[in-house]
């Protein structure tokens, strides 16, 4: 499988269509989801001017300042939208969750006031993700839920050896994750690096 | 009241509908003494059926003024509260909506308006004994949260959906000075959530309370007081708690209320200790009377078999608060035959959507959010060959939303084809201008066949990539429509004239980014007052286009939000609705009223 990330759906290489990203690669302005939107044309003949102007000019206008996409789309309600933010962290992983002896985690009482978003980029991906460091106990769990997120980048790697984990200190020095105790681990870490070994 | 008093009152006729029936005064037309016609009219709920009746005559009309005790207000500028209150002398109960739908997806800036307080005012002086108030997308402050609860002394139902500009500190003002209260639903608004202590705010002696909802709320509420008020009401009957209430306390509040109809349960997780799973599982089970159950939130495998003893019974379930898998909802629907309304996260994937398809075959109403709804990754979610099984075994769909990354116009079609009986169609590809995947054509075929096989359809919403024949079809073929959503669609002024040169129902038409300019918009002259109201934003209409507008309809109020930055000859937003009222008089510094 090729790590060169594609930025826009297979569906939409068709040639009437011209695709391009709005978003270069800088992390900084990341977000935890990137958007592509494709400017559109809607008509075989490139020189439109009407259409063309209308849905381009459009749509880089209501771009959102975050960075997420056109305003407003798609139509969801912002208590929804919050909903999903908050569960952001790769939910899917965590239903029913055991640790490594099987058995079930004593989840604490999340006051799901507290997250801890944290920025993790993987050497070689484009686009960051962000997990939510309060939902996660040990860092058993953050190596399943980094591969789980990061899986289809990584070539037939059930246990992501070939990568380490780094970690930025919130002194700024990078640090190998690992070395210190998990409770630790979530006051200092500012963001996290997959680096190919 | 004296019957002598009421004829002797002037008409004050909203309308200037006559009907010919003027010269009654010595001929009447009715039969029946007032008090007869009054109290046959008193059984008439539908508002539309009481507006017909007021149309008859002026008998009918006062008879019916009189008689009628809850007023439905569709745009609260449509008409003002003082209009209201000299027609409708004995209101107990109003519902009013207030901003474009478009304003819940942040389309309309804060400050817009909607402002209920001088709605309260006059009803302080018109209707003190208002006992109900539902209110929608209106702009709802702490200090008419308090004006409400100190000047209508029997108040008893309040709803607010989508509401915002208060804070808890209002419901704290409800909660203390309502004595009488019945309902307090407070769920999915822009609330400041300052804590939960208003909800010990509740005296001792207050055990009227049926309906009790404050899901969306963050904070904490005291879990005694909330136990003692559900122990202490023994009318309630919809009890629907936020995510901070835990499976242990959910028990302890499931125990004091058995008789609960609906419940919005807390968090579904918590740590596993074996005693309260059993326990729980028999508490849901001695619930014999919930119907509707929603919240789950952090809904695990561990947990979810709790609900099991009780969803024979239910009817509506909502999951799209819990992000289950396709297996979990499976397993969790093999015991709920009887669903009718289903609320999910495309999280379960096309498999549990079969999964519906085999399981609820009197499911009428599907609603399908997406988890990460900014996330390119097609693989995710559900694809139209879900909507296809859930459309095989559910024939009598009729309400459906669904969120999708891809869909192809023949899987539209079999969708059409298996549910006929469509009344709301709400389809939402999320990346704009998509076309079928798998043909490369536009979605036109898709919207063609929802319009000329489901007659009955009173609402749509369209997506995808969509030239002008999709409205060709929807002008043509939709006689009962009555909403339509437009976003990202459409290839010129033809399409939007197609729309308002057909459907002979329409009353709301919602359009975002589309290429559809002034003719379009001109196009409508003779319709706009048959709507409730036209919305229009990032299209292609002028000041020039709005103001001939205007001008050739003094009775429509033609809005435009002025945009910072933009071209100062575009209208960026254009809000056209009817009104009795003329323009507005708290319009702020960006709305001009042409």
Redesign the interface.
């Known amino acids: 499988m090729e790590l060169e990330l594609s930025l826009?759906?297979?569906?939409?290489k068709?040639p009437s269509i011209i695709n391009k990203s709005f978003h270069g690669g800088d992390d900084d302005r990341c977000s935890s989801?990137?958007?592509?939107?494709p400017r559109?044309s809607?008509n075989q003949d490139e020189d439109d001017d009407?259409?063309k102007r209308?849905?381009n000019g459009?749509?880089q206008?209501?771009m959102d300042g975050d960075g997420?996409?056109?305003?407003?789309?798609?139509?969801?309600?912002?208590?929804?939208?919050r909903?999903?933010e908050e569960?952001?962290s790769g939910?899917?992983g965590?239903?029913?969750?055991v640790d490594e002896e099987g058995e079930?985690i004593?989840?604490m009482?999340n006051n799901?006031?507290e997250l801890l978003f944290v920025k993790v980029k993987m050497d070689g991906v484009g686009i960051a993700r962000k997990i939510d460091l309060n939902a996660i106990h040990s860092y058993q769990m953050l190596t399943s839920t980094l591969i789980h997120m990061f899986h289809k980048y990584v070539e037939n790697d059930e246990d992501g050896a070939s990568y380490k984990l780094m970690y930025q200190h919130k002194d700024g020095h990078w640090l190998l994750a690992g070395d210190i105790p998990w409770e630790m681990f979530i006051q200092t870490v500012q963001r996290i690096q997959m680096v190919r070994k | 009241m004296d019957p002598n008093q009421k004829r002797a009152k002037a008409v004050d006729r909203v309308d200037s509908v006559d009907t010919g029936a003027a010269s009654s005064e010595s001929t009447r037309m009715c039969p029946f003494p007032d008090e007869v016609l009054e109290r046959v009219l008193s059984l008439i709920g539908s508002h539309k059926d009481r507006s017909s009746v007021s149309l008859v005559c002026k008998d009918w009309y006062n008879a019916e003024r009189w008689s009628r005790r809850h007023v439905f207000i569709g745009n609260c500028y449509s008409v003002s509260p003082e209009i209201v209150a000299a027609r409708f002398p004995r209101i107990r109960s109003v519902t009013l909506k207030g901003k474009p739908r478009?304003s819940?997806?942040?389309?309309v800036p804060e400050d817009w308006g909607a402002d209920v307080h001088p709605w309260l005012s006059v009803f302080s002086t018109a209707y003190p004994f208002l006992e109900e108030l539902r209110l929608k997308r209106m702009a709802v402050s702490d200090e008419s949260l308090e004006f409400l609860a100190t000047n209508f002394q029997g108040f008893k139902a309040l709803s607010l959906l989508?509401c915002d500009g208060f804070s808890t500190d209002g419901l704290k003002a409800i909660a203390t000075n309502c004595k009488n209260l019945t309902e307090l639903d407070v769920q999915?608004n822009?609330i400041d959530d300052l804590g939960g202590h208003w909800l010990s705010c509740f005296p001792e002696s207050l055990s009227s309370l049926e309906i009790l909802n404050f899901a969306?709320l963050?904070s904490e509420v005291s879990f005694d007081a909330l136990e003692k008020l559900v122990s202490r009401c023994k009318s309630l009957r919809v009890l629907k708690v936020n995510?901070?209430v835990?499976l242990d306390q959910l028990q302890k509040l499931l125990l004091q209320a058995p008789q609960l109809m609906e419940l919005g349960t807390g968090t579904f997780?918590?740590?596993?200790v074996s005693g309260p799973v059993t326990e729980l599982k028999n508490t849901f089970s001695n619930c014999k009377h919930l119907v509707t159950l929603s919240g789950l939130w952090d809904a695990?495998?561990?947990y979810l078999p709790v609900i099991y003893p009780a969803c024979a019974r239910l009817t509506f379930l909502n999951l799209?608060?819990a992000?289950?898998?396709s297996i979990?909802l499976a397993n969790l629907l093999t015991h709920s035959k009887s669903l009718r309304r289903l609320w999910l996260l495309d999280?379960v994937g096309d498999k549990g959507l079969e999964a519906v398809g085999s399981c609820c075959p009197l499911l009428e109403e599907l609603r399908v959010?997406?988890?990460?709804?900014?996330?390119?990754e097609?693989f995710l979610g559900v694809t139209e060959s879900g909507f296809v099984s859930v459309s095989r075994g559910c024939p009598k769909l009729r309400y459906v939303l669904y969120?999708c990354?891809?869909m192809t116009n023949a899987a539209v079609a079999t969708i059409a084809q298996n549910c006929p009986d469509f009344t709301h169609f709400r389809l939402?590809i999320?990346?704009?201008?998509?076309p079928d995947?798998l043909t490369?054509e536009p979605m036109d075929e898709a919207f063609g066949a929802i319009v000329k096989t489901c007659t009955k359809l009173q609402r749509l919403a369209v997506s995808g990539?969509l030239?002008d024949r999709t409205f060709e079809y929807i002008g043509k073929y939709a006689k009962n429509l009555e909403t339509l959503?437009v976003?990202f669609a459409g290839?010129s002024d033809l399409g939007m004239e197609y729309v308002l040169g057909g459907c002979p129902k329409l009353r709301k038409l919602e359009i975002?980014?589309c290429?559809f300019g002034n003719a379009a918009l001109l196009s409508g002259l003779t319709k706009y007052e048959s709507m409730r109201s036209l919305w229009m934003s990032?299209c292609?209409v002028t000041m020039n286009g709005c103001r001939e507008l205007a001008k050739e309809k003094p009775r429509l109020n033609v809005e435009v939000m002025k945009d910072e930055g933009?071209d100062d000859s575009q209208a960026h937003k254009v809000y056209v609705y009817r009104t009795v009222a003329g323009p507005r008089r708290d319009a702020p510094p960006f709305v001009l009223t042409l």
């Open positions: 826009s759906p297979p569906y939409q068709t989801t990137v958007t592509r939107f559109v809607w009407n259409n209308f849905f459009e749509y206008q209501d997420e996409g056109l305003i407003g789309w798609p139509p969801l309600h912002s208590w929804r939208k909903f999903m569960n952001h939910g899917e965590f239903n029913g969750r079930n004593n989840v009482n799901y006031n | 478009f819940d997806f942040n389309l989508s999915e822009g969306s963050n995510r901070n835990s997780m918590q740590e596993l695990t495998p561990l799209s608060y992000t289950l898998r979990e999280t959010f997406p988890a990460d709804p900014f996330d390119q097609i969120f990354r891809q939402c999320m990346n704009p201008g998509q995947y490369k990539l030239t959503s976003a290839s975002r980014d290429p990032a292609n933009s």
